[in-house]
């Protein structure tokens, strides 16, 4: 062996030695995940938003990146505790409530816009309606369905003044020789009845100006009609004035004030909106940062697509003295291992709320001192087509349940503190006790499947398990039909598709079972319940009860909170029986947070509120020896701002 | 040469339009659509919204609007992006995925064909070994380790470099040193192995007989004949570096047009896909143009006919 090639066989082993030095030394500092000096000044907080978001426009939104920054431009009636969630006023100072719960009647503070324009209860009417008009095609208008008509309007439903309950026979049969009906609703205060076309949707909007010919201007027994298309007027919001919003519901809603801290619900700046509408410019760039007018806590200061966006505080904020950090830099970088060294070199302060990490990470993740977790408002669960054998049998599905060892799950896959359920609703969700539903009993299971009809003679069929490609579906997946052939014989076919592919399967119905991951949309059981009602366009398992409807129905009327929960419990206990979804477990959120970050709060629902952030600077120096309180505001006294007529 | 350039140019647009319509009617092809959620969307919404972007169109008319709309330019709306066009999201990402594709060219080029020429003239030395075996090791090891080991070295250990981001040229070195390694690996293998193709040559020969400085012959004589098969090489290797990597955008976090190829299609943004794979198209069918017309210039028995 020649000089040349010893000396290049150890310039191999000395670069070996320093990466294996470089993979010991960056690691571990006082239990830290990387560095915990903070590289940027007192004044700005780095986080990561994972991704450039589909709109930050409050009423269009749907994405939880987007969500994220709404929540930091824009204030809305009411604002969620950065902890437990409970609303408190923001906006409205102060409202009251009618006895049966369907009014609400809101008194707004005095605030303005960022440009200094007055923001008034009329910009909240303007806005709420807007989300609603169907023009403005926003995916979350379901949220402010509770308004009365609101669901008429957003669905070009049509409304026959003059016709009442007693003329719906005649009424259906005329428009039915022109197009299918989804739903006939009586409207007595309206003096009249709306009418919701069904059929394809491709040919919808030609049916409905037929049916509106055709109806409007027609004698139908004593009265004449007239019919026209709804319009926003009817929708249950007004502003009675500049201070004062009066809010109507079809049925009270127990969690409305919830809905409203949502971002939906959220007000946009008409003036700006129209000003460009004026000047026949694309009204949607609105939110592009030489247009957008905010009136939260921040202020969109600039930009840089798919790259970052920075949030410079509003100090026309009402409560702008409550806001600690000036400036808030968001990246966008979605890669988990990317944003990891991002955050270890201390580029970023938090990980941010949409990094989701692998299962692998979570063991060596979990031991540092800034790693945090908290319990999700999501359970993960197996949906059951209910119309295909052989899991069209209450007693199969249940079979299945039970033979899922969901502790095994969650210990040897998950691995990030998921909680095992077999109830759908997550317990504790605003002061919700489930029926907990037994996790794992193969002994019952087996029974159950030979009470179906299954044993040597008949053997069970394979199953078909689809899930959207995703590692972590897989291994889940994969265990699942370990445990299904070990506990009950049963063999399992697994397919995995493309989220988009997925989707569209889900859609027209063509599984057996799939998976599904659900995210609840406010602190209520209702967010999980309502799934499965009939209506409810994302109920994927074809299982329709009338008498479920009705429970949940009866339950929500309930003014009685804790009453309501009781009744609720019974609501998902009867569901739980013909156990159309096969719930596994609850989600965690696992977060990375810089140790000098204050004020950061994790909370069920990924609320990130900037606000309330603000840095320990004692960390420039050293490691501290203290933690120091992080200054949340008290949980605000129920309803302490609400006073019942 | 400039009438067979133009020549070749008209050829492509042919080709250019097959691309195009096949392109169009694949994505079409793939089950689901852009508006599909989790979420159902009431089907009034939706209605609205596929009207927004010509999709309640029969397909043959959205694919003469999408050309109609093409020839003036005009790649249409994002789906995913809503406050978008597509000309906006190319022009904002092709910035930093040409500055990046650049530096790693440069760095490829660089290191490829000066190990090649070394491992050529100091053949079966041990130059010339440790060079191949390093380029047989670049070849072989992925972006996606070589990346996260140079993250590791210069960014979490040295901390002279950022791991990951964009705004300065420090965030460009390592990108760049990722994405142009494995060309260099490339590059120098080729370069060396056509170049000992005429180390003995007739033509080498008579220039050292002229008495010629070794680097003048090296540089002059054997590089100019030993470059052919690299030129071949480097038409599709720019537009591939042009157009942006999935991989190496997406570890550094460059705001390039990289992750579009993958992300776009899974998002079903048409007209975002469509714009990639126009604009992926053009780029390599006008590198290969510039090959060939390499190929003349360094070649004195091939003419422009």
């Known amino acids: 062996m020649t000089r040349r090639f010893r000396s290049l066989i150890w310039a191999t082993l000395a670069s070996c030695w320093l990466l294996g030095v470089a993979t010991d030394c960056s690691r571990g500092a006082h239990g830290y995940y990387g560095t915990t000096r903070p590289k940027h000044g007192p004044d700005e907080i780095w986080t990561n938003l994972s991704t450039e978001p589909e709109y930050i426009d409050p009423g269009k939104c749907s994405d939880s990146a987007g969500g994220f920054v709404i929540v930091n431009l824009f204030a809305g009636l009411v604002q969620p505790h950065p902890v437990t969630l409970a609303p408190m006023p923001d906006l409205a100072e102060r409202w009251t409530v009618s006895p049966d719960g369907r009014r609400y009647e809101f008194h707004l503070r005095a605030s303005t816009w960022s440009d200094g324009v007055a923001l008034t209860a009329h910009d909240f009417e303007y806005s709420w309606k807007r989300v609603l008009d169907p023009a403005t095609a926003s995916k979350y208008a379901t949220f402010l369905y509770p308004l009365r008509y609101a669901e008429m309007f957003q669905r070009r439903a049509i409304l026959v003044r003059g016709a009442s309950e007693t003329d719906a026979p005649a009424l259906r049969a005329r428009v039915e020789t022109l197009s299918p009906i989804e739903a006939l609703t009586p409207a007595p205060e309206l003096g009249g009845m709306f009418v919701l076309l069904g059929g394809d949707e491709e040919g919808r909007a030609a049916r409905r100006a037929q049916v509106i010919h055709a109806l409007d201007g027609l004698t139908l027994g004593a009265s004449q009609l007239h019919a026209a298309q709804t319009d926003a007027s009817v929708v249950g919001v007004h502003a009675v004035s500049d201070d004062t919003l009066v809010v109507e519901l079809e049925t009270p809603v127990p969690y409305f004030l919830y809905l409203l801290s949502y971002y939906t619900a959220m007000p946009v700046p008409r003036h700006v909106i129209e000003r460009l509408a004026a000047a026949g410019e694309n009204t949607d760039l609105w939110t592009r940062p030489d247009h957008i007018v905010t009136n939260g806590a921040y202020m969109l200061h600039e930009w840089k697509f798919r790259q970052y966006a920075w949030l410079h505080k509003n100090p026309s904020y009402w409560d702008a003295a409550r806001v600690r950090v000036p400036r808030i830099r968001l990246a966008m970088v979605d890669s988990y291992n990317t944003t990891l060294n991002l955050y270890e070199a201390g580029e970023l302060d938090s990980i941010g709320p949409n990094a989701s990490l692998p299962a692998e990470f979570m063991d060596a993740l979990s031991r540092y001192r800034d790693f945090r977790r908290a319990p999700a408002l999501v359970t993960y669960f197996y949906w059951f087509n209910t119309h295909v054998a052989p899991v069209n049998d209450a007693r199969v599905r249940r079979a299945l349940s039970l033979a899922v060892d969901r502790q095994s799950i969650v210990e040897h896959i998950t691995r990030s503190g998921q909680i095992p359920t077999a109830d759908l609703v997550p317990d504790q969700v605003g002061g919700y006790r489930g029926p907990h539903s037994p996790l794992f009993d193969p002994e019952a299971a087996r029974a159950l499947l030979r009470e179906a009809g299954y044993g040597p003679g008949h053997p069970f069929p394979e199953l078909t398990l689809t899930y959207n490609t995703s590692e972590g579906h897989k291994q889940i997946a994969e265990a699942v039909q370990q445990m299904w052939k070990t506990n009950l014989g049963v063999d399992v076919t697994l397919e995995n598709q493309e989220w988009k592919v997925y989707l569209k399967t889900m859609q027209t119905g063509a599984f057996q079972l799939a998976r599904m991951g659900w995210v609840g949309d406010y602190p209520d059981p209702n967010t999980f319940l309502e799934l499965l009602t009939a209506h409810n366009g994302n109920n994927h398992s074809g299982w329709h009860d009338a008498h479920y409807d009705e429970l949940l129905k009866q339950a929500n009327a309930s003014v009685d909170a804790a009453k309501r929960m009781v009744m609720l419990r019974e609501v998902e206990r009867y569901m739980l029986a013909a156990l159309p979804v096969l719930p596994m477990y609850v989600y965690t959120r696992s977060e990375l947070v810089k140790p000098y970050l204050m004020g950061h709060a994790l909370n069920y629902e990924n609320r990130y509120l900037c606000k309330y952030w603000w840095i320990d600077r004692r960390w420039y120096d050293g490691v501290p020896s203290t933690r120091m309180p992080d200054g949340f505001p008290p949980e605000p006294a129920r309803a302490s701002a609400e006073e019942r007529h | ?305």
């Open chain 2, 1 to 305: 040469m400039a009438r067979f350039i133009l020549r070749r140019l008209l050829g492509l647009l042919p080709t250019l339009l097959v691309i195009i319509v096949i392109s169009f009617f694949v994505i079409r092809l793939a089950p689901g659509s852009p508006f599909m959620t989790e979420r159902g969307v009431p089907p009034e919404v939706l209605a609205d919204l596929k009207a927004k972007y010509g999709f309640d169109q029969p397909l043959p008319t959205q694919l003469l609007r999408y050309l109609g709309n093409l020839a003036h330019g005009d790649l249409g709306l994002s789906t995913k992006y809503p406050q978008r066009t597509v000309n906006e999201i190319i022009a904002d990402g092709f910035p930093a995925t040409l500055l990046l594709g650049t530096a790693a060219l440069l760095w490829a080029l660089l290191l490829g064909v000066g190990a090649g020429i070394v491992g050529a003239v100091r053949q079966n030395t041990a130059w010339d070994y440790g060079f191949m075996a390093a380029a047989m090791v670049g070849i072989s090891l992925p972006t996606f380790v070589l990346g996260p080991l140079l993250i590791l070295l210069f960014a979490l250990t040295l901390y002279v470099l950022p791991p990951a981001g964009w705004g300065s040229l420090r965030h460009v070195v390592l990108p760049a040193l990722t994405l142009g390694t494995v060309y260099a690996a490339y590059l120098a293998r080729l370069t060396r192995g056509s170049m000992l193709e005429v180390v003995r040559a007739d033509f080498v020969r008579t220039a050292r007989a002229k008495g010629l400085s070794e680097p003048a012959i090296v540089l002059h004589h054997m590089l100019r004949a030993g470059l052919l098969p690299v030129v071949t090489f480097l038409g599709p290797a720019i537009a591939n570096l042009l157009v942006g990597s999935v991989v190496v955008e997406k570890i550094f976090a460059t705001p390039g047009i990289g992750p579009y190829f993958v992300d776009a299609a899974f998002n079903r943004d048409y007209f975002l896909v469509m714009g990639i794979v126009v604009l992926d198209s053009v780029f390599l069918l006008i590198m290969n143009l510039l090959v060939d017309v390499a190929y003349g210039l360094l070649d004195p028995r091939i003419r422009f006919e």
